[in-house]
């Protein structure tokens, strides 16, 4: 399965724990990790193997976006900051739009990311 990751710059750092947290559930065989550029190099300094591409505002939104739409990425876990704007928001509505239209599960928050991930652990 393959899961994107993504976390705005004040989000990065608990985005790295969290991975932290489920790292036996996240480190499986099956389990495929891809990322924006800045938070897949913070996951892979914290050991995990992470598919990277571009940066959000250069387009890493839309990229995962594609995959999502492509059939590929089965779960985005994107740790939003509701306290900044952002000058790429419409690439991020895109992605939340894409994962609705396809039934993507899609967690904004690392509650919810948590919760996802126990439902996964149980399938």
Do not use: W
């Not at 492509?70 to 939003?80: A, D, H, N, S, Y």
Request: net charge neutral; with cysteine; glycine share 8%.
């Amino acid at each position: 399965m393959e899961i994107a990751i993504i976390a705005h710059d004040r989000m990065k750092a608990d985005m790295v724990q969290f991975l932290n947290r489920n790292k036996d559930l996240l480190l499986r065989e099956n389990i495929k990790l891809i990322a924006t550029g800045t938070t897949g190099g913070q996951a892979e300094n914290a050991g995990f193997k992470v598919k990277k591409m571009l940066s959000g505002p250069m387009g890493g939104d839309a990229q995962i976006a594609a995959r999502v739409a492509e059939g590929k990425t089965k779960m985005v876990l994107f740790f939003k900051d509701p306290n900044s704007s952002h000058p790429h928001e419409v690439d991020i509505n895109m992605l939340i739009r894409v994962c609705d239209v396809h039934n993507i599960p899609l967690a904004t928050n690392e509650a919810t990311a948590q919760l996802l991930l126990l439902g996964m652990d149980k399938i």
